[in-house]
């Protein structure tokens, strides 16, 4: 269950398939892959982290469904932080490689649910000096074997 709510998910993936001519708005449904933990001190796992990858089918308003891969780590924030979880991703598809940064926030207990909101900026490719915003649920299997995530994004630039 721990190793479940701590490996956040992945994101995945603005990859945004936009390009400057395309629609601005993408909603995306992830398949996340098995977390890894790594380090994590005492009971509530203090400072723990993750890293884990995903799968991403990418409906781009106007330009259809692509997909993309993606690596993200993700760590816990202190008792009191504005966020529960801090994330950075690498995505890529077809379009270039995106880099995510996201705060997360966690469900109810034990629901493995978490919600997350961030930053993207195009690195390679078509969506290189692109920046937008994304939003994210995730809903992870409380066995630690993956789970799922929805989101929407906009580039803004």
Known sequence: MKKALTGIS??????????????????????????TLVGGIGPDNVGGGAYWT???????????????SSICVGMAQPSGAIFDRHVTCTSKSDNGELGIIMGCMKGAEGSGEMTCNGRVAGKT??????????????????DGSGGTATGTGQWTK
């Open 125 to 142: 490719g078509a969506v290189k000096g692109r920046q937008g915003l994304i939003t994210q649920h995730f809903k992870f299997n409380m």
């Open 54 to 68: 995903s799968t991403s089918i990418i409906n781009t308003e106007g330009s259809g469904k692509s997909t993309s």
């Open 10 to 35: 992945a994101l995945a993936a603005l990859a945004l398939g936009a390009t400057a001519a395309q629609a601005q708005n993408v909603t995306f449904e992830s398949k996340l892959g098995s977390p």
